[in-house]
């Protein structure tokens, strides 16, 4: 165990922020982290935006679901993946290399190149005793989201992570047993997954129980399942074709 | 700065490891800093499967385009994404969340999941002297890669992380100019950008003629775009499809 480690495994996301801006030094330094993250063949495909103005954070705030922190925390990180920059390298080379960014291999190395800036990023805050948050919820709308930002084509904002000194201080919420989400040298078999996650419904059953004084008895099993029965976002598609991705 | 940050940003990818093999305690360590990670609204669709059997390790080598380090290393995890189990829970439920599953929005959160748990595992590692690097090129073949590893419907291997200790000192290659990863409150103009990437292509051109006595004199926009001209891994939306994924 080690300092590094030690905050990784503390995280918990962070919903309610003390009204103190990080100052520039920190900022830099977190972008810093960020960009220092493995990146699929050198491509580099994540451009962060950071949001200042009030009046933009409080309509990203609206935008993401009325999500009061996505206003109110120290900053606010939007996370792109974003091929808009090799265009315009491929312009100053006169190369076509469109049919590549407009592949679905491209818009999988995207969305990894984001999220591996954005978890170190994450975890550098979290060392220097700063909370976060992942804003999902930015793609409910993510057309305005896009529009706001004057992201051009072939930049898709992903999500935010909204950063501040913790107002609060959440519990951890139970993982999935590690013999759900580690395998060796094959995949687990339908039994096996079975059984876990009827332990893992039991425990996490426990959790929310004790949490609410019994007013919530839901475990995970079941409270995925009735999250994800009707789908969300089903404008994506059609939206991220429009930017030009995740096409062919 | 601090042990964390220290850490992230002394990061670059390891390809030549001793022959030495993590230990068991430390695999387990690994994993759950992976499992820590943030999770978009507590899904957790992100599976790891670690591969020891010696056999299996130089098929995948193999398959990753015979890069030796995949079969080479102190142990090797592959990062799914993993909606299977969100399946077997709903069958248990007895509800249709198929429509869900298959949707572009469930494949961004798929890919972003996995890849915020591949990124605390690596940062965790590196604190701990362990080398890392990410094998984007298990993508080569991923029907192959899928069905060695027993991979069924709704899992989709997105890419390995090979970990060892070092056993070579690479340099760390300079990343793009911090104002071009980092805008405020708008996404910059083209112009600017431009600008940052032929300042970019110098420094680039520069690095590279310096490591290699002036034989390698291309900049990073040169190297890119040479690279990105022809489309990689096109079949990647068809076997996608076929798992079930970024269907609707």
Known sequence: MNEVIETILAHRSI???KDKPLSEDTITTLVQCAQA?????????????????REKKEKLAELAGNQ???ADNGYFFVF??????HMIAADMKETDIKETIESTEAFIVG?????????NLSV???????????????RNRL????????????????????????????GIKPRLPLPAVFHRDSYQ???????????????????????TGGKRTEGWVTQITASMASPKRTYMKDFVRSKGLNKS
Chains 1, 2 share one sequence.
């Open 80 to 85: 792109c993946m974003d091929y808009n920059r």
């Open 68 to 70: 009061s922190y996505v």
């Open 15 to 17: 919903r309610k922020f």
């Open 189 to 211: 078999t339908k039994e096996e997954t079975a059984n876990l996650l009827e332990k893992y419904e039991i425990e996490t059953a426990k959790y929310y129980s004790e949490r």
């Open 111 to 119: 969305a990894v190149d984001a999220a591996l800036a954005a978890q």
């Open 143 to 170: 057309k305005e989201v896009s529009d706001l930002l004057d992201c051009p084509e072939y930049v898709l904002p992903l999500f935010g992570v909204a950063v501040g000194y913790p107002d609060a201080e959440p």
């Open 124 to 138: 550098a805050a979290e060392s220097l005793g700063i909370g976060i948050v992942y804003i999902g919820g930015l």
């Open 37 to 53: 993250a493995s990146t699929s063949s050198y491509q580099q495909v994540c451009t962060i935006i950071g949001v200042e103005d």
